[in-house]
């Protein structure tokens, strides 16, 4: 496998909002404790198209913060067992969320109670309590007996004083992802930061935080 799935903000500076370059990214499969099963860096970086960096978390945000870094070399190790992705998850399934969060920067860790609870224009709301690190975060489903990605994490939010986390429905825009790297797109360009506003009211009824 050469390709890794995250959200499209980890690839941007919080502070300045630019682009990071790839070739500065080292992905470390299967960290744990100070050490990882295998070592990459970055080919190319190819984010979806229609997601814009800013400060305010929207719906339209959530729903195109994804992104697919291609590896130089393929991971072969048989130590890295890579994971399929799977259809958009059905409301009310059960799913889990594996991060390197806040307090556990050192060692991956599931949390196996959630599951989703809506589906609203391409975002996925999930009772997923998250933390801050969580960013990028895969999302889980476990039908059959095998886990298979659904989606990342883009958001923490709250939605009637409930705590929840937000990421993409993955079938479409990881299709576009695909496509964007067939074409050969994904060198790095030092672009100037974009700001985007949505013009209408979702109805996630979800206050956004980034996590």
């Known amino acids: 496998p050469d390709l890794v799935l995250t959200a499209a903000h980890c690839l941007h500076d919080r502070a ?14 299967g960290w744990r404790n100070g050490r990882a099963a295998a070592y990459r860096t970055v080919r190319r970086a190819v984010l979806h198209p229609d997601y814009r960096f800013d400060a305010d978390v929207t719906a339209d945000r959530v729903r195109n913060d994804v992104a697919l870094l291609e590896l130089h070399h393929p991971i072969r190790n048989t130590r890295v067992t890579p994971f399929e992705t799977d259809r958009r998850p059905r409301k009310g399934q059960r799913i889990g969320v594996v991060s390197y969060a806040k307090g556990r920067a050192e060692a991956p860790s599931l949390q196996q109670e959630c599951n989703v609870m809506a589906r609203q224009q391409g975002v996925l709301i999930m009772s997923c309590d998250v933390d801050f690190g969580a960013s990028g975060a895969p999302v889980f489903s476990f039908e059959g007996g095998r886990a298979r990605i659904v989606s990342v994490v883009s958001a ?22 695909r496509t964007a790297l067939e074409a050969g797109q994904g060198v790095f360009q030092d672009a100037a930061p974009k700001t985007f506003t949505s013009g209408t009211r979702r109805d996630t009824g979800a206050k956004f935080e980034r996590p």
């Open 16 to 29: 300045t909002g630019k682009r990071i370059d790839p070739a500065r990214i080292e992905f470390k499969a």
């Open 156 to 177: 923490m939010a709250e939605v009637e004083g409930r705590k929840v986390s937000l990421g993409t429905q993955l079938l479409s825009p990881l299709d576009t992802l």
